[in-house]
Structure formats: structure tokens, C-alpha cells
């Protein structure tokens, strides 16, 4: 299936994407902006679904590596992750049939449709996440033996680096020092892979489902309806928690921005506290000690006035917010999956219990 | 002229470029193990001298880069310098017809003799400084305007980084990141040019300088001379203080081995204090404020008891010293020359003034 994508669907996506993006993923107003421009020059940008991948076709996958709060003051021009497409395709030899997302996320689910535009190449719809995660082994296709290496970095300034690991964990390693180094953000291209690969190892529809999550929020307003309980609806969420941020400790570290949040609850949770703790992405969400939802689960922040997902770099003191978890796709409940991505990769001393 | 190396040469070698690698460039014995066994194994080593050098040739240098000290612990196979080699000829597709050593140094000025003696390629006796400095900027191809770009980088486990920048001096910040991810030490290649540049912008006779260093001190024990003055003569050195080793301050820090040296004068310099600054190499000595000597002149530590160059991971309490301080090479007394490697460009607040 290809469908051609209108202005209205970058709107929806990037309310969609924001939302399975789970905090991290990049800000989703910055990658709109990009794409709508693009759009309104003229260019055409063709989504695939999986199914038209053949066994023989080369995808590359491209993306924003950094902490996201970086990109509020190093606004990209876009044509860095081009750069990163161009100078793969003419270093490696290798003619890429599609660009695909890695992740889902303000930034990460639109730089692909913005590359697919600029370099007339088809985006193809399956990405390695279905969310977004902070590392760069945080993929399905990980679990499936694709290697992340060549990983081909652009800075804005013209700085490329290239990155051919021993292992998907080192990758992650030397890019993450790398994008430190670059001042804090980096595009990025990796896990390219043949189209039979591919097919196996995505998660495929992860922009079709943003788009109708935010089209459904969208009409739901519209039609004077609660956008709230659409959301829960066409996500199928689970409502957490309701509170008002009172408290917010965040710090940029080895490449991350990290911390935590504390809520206090009202409406039907008044009297209670709730706790999340993120590292770019929200990691898991607490009630007391006790865990209400955690990784590879999603986890995301809506602001209750504006039924919109919040990013964690927009955090901040006084929000009114209501928390939404969302199940993962079935590769990350894995025993693998969940020692690539489970609470207790991320330093937590507990089991993953699914929502 | 083409001279083939035989295994005193490098023991030879080995005392020689320690004296010029002013404290850096690698450990000796380390170096010299290397090069030994491949001799011995019935390899050649020949070594051109810079005039064999064609317009149409391609010269690549090859070094380690990081703080020396890891070395001690992180002992190279010398299979990574072979590898980085290899690998710039498959990737870039240049055929190499000689590889250069980049610096002075125990390990630095024997890498290039092994990894030719291990690929079949020619080894040209010019490098970018004459002695060692510890930033990739800090060579005479900098001067030159040379890239360092591509720099390709190797560490023992096999993990490969080609880093690609817009000038010389981010080219040192990222590879120096990845260096310090790779754990402290890598092995590299960078300013690969050719001949007529090469020619132009590289210092001579650094390798065969070294020779003669080691072979006249070598002679003079044979003989019974005095060790110390022979190393004097024959390196054209100034003796500029003899005493102990009565303070040591060290760390490893942003990937360099940085520290300062209290020497409490004896003999002749009996009743006067010096200290010594290094980042890697020795930069500045003084006696109380007054600068005795500094970069981008060569100032080398020099085991009293032994008459062997200490390297500044080696420096210990206690240990009786004499300082000795050589002219730089005449590229290094220019304005751009001061401004790349003088002391101000090391933050020390003073004018250089040469020995």
C-alpha cells in the first residue's frame, strides 16, 4: 500500500508520534515545521506499507541521536540527515531503496519523510522500535542480528563520522562519545539491511497508527467530543495517573538528558503521589515504591488542559498532567527484548510486570 | 637514499626517539619488542629518506594516540596499526606507497617500521614534528594545510571509527572522544598526502637522527666515555638541570596523561628548585616562575644514573634526573608554528623564548 501524505497528516502525526514516543523522540513542533515546509515547496512524500518491501531492496533507516533538550538550541536544517543518506549511499556502494523511521518520536518519526522528500527516495513505514528508546541497540532489529554498523554521523557543522563496531553495544558506545562531542545531538544513519531482513525484524505501521491517533484526537475536538477518552480509544491506553508536576530534577548526562518527575495526584488520584523517571525517554512510572508501569511498556505525559503529549524536555514545574501507558509490541516482551530494554537494563531492581 | 634496518638499529632507535619524544610518543621498550620480533622473524625493513619520495606517490602516517600511560596496561598487538593501514587502502582506495611515522617516540616512531615490514610498504624517514607533541593539530602538515581527515582509527577489540571533519582541530576533539572510548588509546592514520606535499610540509631524518642518538651513546659505554655528554653532543642538546624527583602530580585527564614534576637541584644545581609541566610530552620548564625552556623547543628527562630517557609515564619519586632542551625544527619558530604548539596555545600566559 502507498499512500501520498498531506499537510493534515504531518499534523496528525505529529501529535501521534509525540504520543508512542513516550517523552523522548525529539520535539514534535520542530520536525512538523520541517516537513510541512518541504510539503508546501512542492515535494511528494510517499509512504509504504512493509508489504511492498522486496527481499532484494536496501533500507536504511535515519534518524536524531542526542538529548533531545539539545535540539531546542541547535535547531537542525535538515539537510544533515540528507547528508548522512547521500554520503552512505555514495560510500558504501549501496543503492537505498527506502528510508525508513528507527523510532517513533517528534523528531525521529518526520526526519525520514523529510529525507524521503528531499532525495526522492520512498519511505517505508516499519521502524525498530514502535516507541522510542535512548540507545541505539534499543531495537527489534537488534534481537534480530542486524548489525547497527556502518553508523554514518553529521553534525551541522560538516563533521561526519562513521562507526563500524565489533557489536551493536560498542556502536552505541563510540556514537554516544562522538554525539557528546558534536555538542550534544548528531544525525544519524544505521542498521541498513536487505529488504527480507527488514520485513522480519520492524515493527511495521508505527506512522499510519500515529497518524490516526492524532486524526481521531483532531475530530474528537471537533466534534465538541472529549479528546481525552479518544486518545485512551485509538491508542488503546490505559488511563495512570492525574496530577500536578511538583517537583522536576533534570540534568544533561554522558549524552542523555535525565531525571525525574513527582506528581501530585487529584481528581480520582487525589491524596496520592506518583513518580516517573526518564532518560530521554519515561522509563517507569511509580505510585510510592510501587510499580504502575514501566519499560519496554510505554509510558506518556499528556497535558491535561490541552489533551497534547508532553516531551521531557518540556517538563516543567506547576503542569497539570494526566500519564497514559500503552502495551508494547510483542518483540520487546521477549526474553531477549525484555534484556535489551526490560526495568532492569536501565539499573531498576525490578521484574517487568506487562500493563 | 634506502637503508635497511637491522635489529641494533632498532635497539638504536629505541634510545633516540625517547630523547626526541621529549616524555611522549610511547614507551621504548614496548616499540622496540614490536619491531625486534618482526626482524627476527626475517622481515625487511627498509627505510627511504625523504628525497625518494615522488610528486605521485601517496604517504600515509601511522601512529597510537592517547595517553601513554594506558598503554603499560593495554599492550598493542601492533595488528591494529596493520589494520588501519589495510583498511585506508580498501576504503578510500588510494594505493599507499610508504608509510610515514607521524611523530617521535618510543612507540611512535617504531608503529610505521612494523606495519611496513607487515603490508610490504616502504617507510619514509620524515614525520609532522621532529619530537612528539600530544594533539593531532600539532604537526607541521597542520602548518601546511594538510587534512588530517580521514582519520581512521583502530582499537584492540577490533572496533573500527573513520572520522571525517570539516578542519584539523575537530578532527582532534572527536577522534580524541573516541579515543577515550576505545579506553584511552588507539591506533590511527590521518594526513595521508602526497608526495610533493609531503616533501614540502614533513620534517626529515627524524628515524635516522634517532639511530645515531642511540648509537653514539651506545659507543660511548663501549668505549667508556661519559654517556651523558656523548647524548649531549650528538643531539646537539643544553644541559639544564640535574637533581631528584622530590614531587609528582599525575591524572589522567580528557584522554591525556597531564602532571608537573618538582626537582630539587643537586651537583651543580644544588639549593635550586625546577618543575616540569607535561600534557603527554614536557611542555615548560622553570626554575621557580622563570621558564628555562618550553614548546615548541624539546625538553627531556634523562635518568641520571642510566643516561636513558625517562618517558613522563615513568617519571617517579625519587628518581635522579637531568634535564636536557633541544632546538626545535625551524618550522615550529613561525607565527603559525608558535600559534600551534607555543606555550600560550597551552594555556601558559607567557612568550616563547627560544633556546
Redesign the interface.
Known amino acids: 500500500m502507498v499512500r501520498k501524505l498531506v499537510s493534515t497528516d504531518i499534523d496528525d502525526l505529529a501529535y501521534g508520534c509525540a504520543v508512542l514516543g513516550t517523552g523522548g523522540g525529539g520535539d514534535p513542533h520542530i520536525g512538523k515545521l520541517m516537513v510541512k515546509q518541504v510539503i508546501s515547496d512542492g515535494k511528494e512524500i510517499n509512504l509504504y506499507s512493509v508489504d511492498e518491501v522486496d527481499d532484494k531492496d536496501w533500507i536504511l533507516p535515519v534518524a536524531m541521536m542526542g538529548a533531545p533538550v539539545i535540539m531546542i538550541e541547535k535547531l537542525p536544517s535538515g539537510t544533515e540527515s540528507v547528508n548522512a543518506m547521500n554520503f552512505f549511499e555514495h560510500?558504501m556502494k549501496k543503492k537505498i531503496s527506502f528510508i525508513s523511521p528507527i523510532e517513533a518520536g517528534g523528531v525521529n518519526s518526520t526526519i525520514p519523510l523529510f529525507v524521503g522528500a528531499m532525495t526522492n527516495k520512498r519511505v517505508v513505514d516499519g521502524d525498530g522500535e514502535g516507541r522510542a528508546f535512548p540507545e541505539l541497540q534499543m531495537v527489534t532489529y537488534h534481537l534480530y542480528d542486524i548489525n547497527a554498523s556502518p553508523i554514518v554521523m553529521y553534525d551541522e557543522?560538516?563533521?561526519?563520522?562513521?562507526?563500524?563496531?565489533?557489536n551493536n553495544i560498542?556502536g552505541e558506545?563510540?556514537a554516544?562519545?562522538?554525539t557528546?562531542?558534536?555538542g550534544g545531538s548528531a544525525y544519524i544513519s544505521l542498521y541498513y539491511c536487505d529488504g527480507e531482513s527488514y520485513r522480519k525484524a520492524t515493527i511495521p505501521g508505527t506512522i499510519a497508527k500515529s497518524i490516526d491517533i492524532g486524526q481521531r484526537v483532531r475530530e474528537a475536538k471537533k466534534e465538541g467530543k472529549d479528546q481525552f477518552d479518544a486518545l485512551l480509544d485509538v491508542a488503546e491506553a490505559k488511563h495512570l495517573f492525574t496530577g500536578k508536576i511538583v517537583d522536576l530534577e533534570r540534568k544533561v548526562e554522558k549524552g542523555f538528558a535525565r531525571g525525574r518527575i513527582t506528581i501530585d495526584g487529584t481528581d480520582e488520584f487525589s491524596g496520592r503521589t506518583a513518580s516517573i523517571d526518564f532518560q530521554n525517554e519515561n522509563l517507569i512510572l511509580r505510585e510510592e515504591e510501587k510499580v504502575i508501569a514501566s519499560v519496554p511498556d510505554l509510558i506518556t505525559v499528556i497535558d491535561s488542559e490541552s489533551s497534547t503529549p508532553i516531551t521531557t524536555e518540556h517538563l516543567r514545574y506547576g503542569l497539570r498532567v494526566k500519564v497514559i501507558g500503552i502495551k508494547c509490541d510483542s518483540k520487546w516482551r521477549t526474553k531477549k527484548g525484555l534484556e535489551t530494554v526490560g526495568p532492569r537494563y536501565f539499573g531498576y531492581d525490578i521484574n517487568y510486570k506487562p500493563l
Chains 1, 2 share one sequence.
Open positions: 560510500e557543522k560538516g563533521n561526519v563520522n562513521v562507526v563500524q563496531a565489533v560498542w558506545k563510540i554516544r562519545s562522538v557528546i562531542r558534536f
